[in-house]
């Protein structure tokens, strides 16, 4: 299952999650989740309503809004035959994010809806996104305060966007 389907699963039939969500600081926690429902709680900051999730959250004994971007990773608790982790592909553009200096500049979200729309839609294309998220953090650790390969790596990407976008 992807996280996706993990999240849509959940919502269609009240299956609890245990969830990794990043807080704005950075710092990961591992949090139980049920009563999961698609939020527009932010829509009229949002492109999309399913941007965010709401759920009774058992860490904070109260209803939360959460951003799917920020899950990390997804599980099912209870009553279902798939217990593994799933990671969350549509956070990450790891090295454009370190690159542009931001997960929301224009071009990371040009990456990110070309790895949505184009890369998930095929073998390879999932293949090279599985490799990709497991090596670019490792990367970005090595090269995040290196000036001069960050001017490349932008110069490389502002011209694969370039060939998405024509």
Not at 6 to 31: Q, T
Request: hydrophobic content about 35%.
């Amino acid at each position: 299952m992807t996280f996706n389907e993990v999240i849509k699963e959940s919502i269609s039939n009240k299956h609890r999650l245990e969830i990794s969500y990043k807080d704005y600081n950075g710092k990961s926690s591992l949090r139980q989740i049920s009563n999961v429902e698609y939020s527009n709680e932010f829509k009229k900051n949002s492109s999309k309503n399913d941007e965010h999730i709401s759920a009774y959250c058992h860490l904070r004994n109260e209803k939360r809004t959460f951003k799917l971007n920020r899950i990390e990773k997804v599980r099912f608790v209870e009553n279902t035959k798939n217990t593994n982790w799933v990671n969350n592909s549509s956070g990450g553009c790891y090295i454009a994010t370190m690159a542009y200096g931001s997960y929301e500049h224009p071009q990371v979200l040009i990456l990110r809806k070309f790895r949505d729309d184009v890369l998930h839609n095929s073998f390879i294309g999932k293949l090279f996104v599985t490799v990709y998220y497991s090596l670019s953090p490792k990367f970005v650790i090595v090269l995040k305060d290196q000036i001069t390969i960050n001017r490349i790596i932008r110069k490389i990407l502002d011209k694969l966007i370039e060939n998405i976008i024509k």
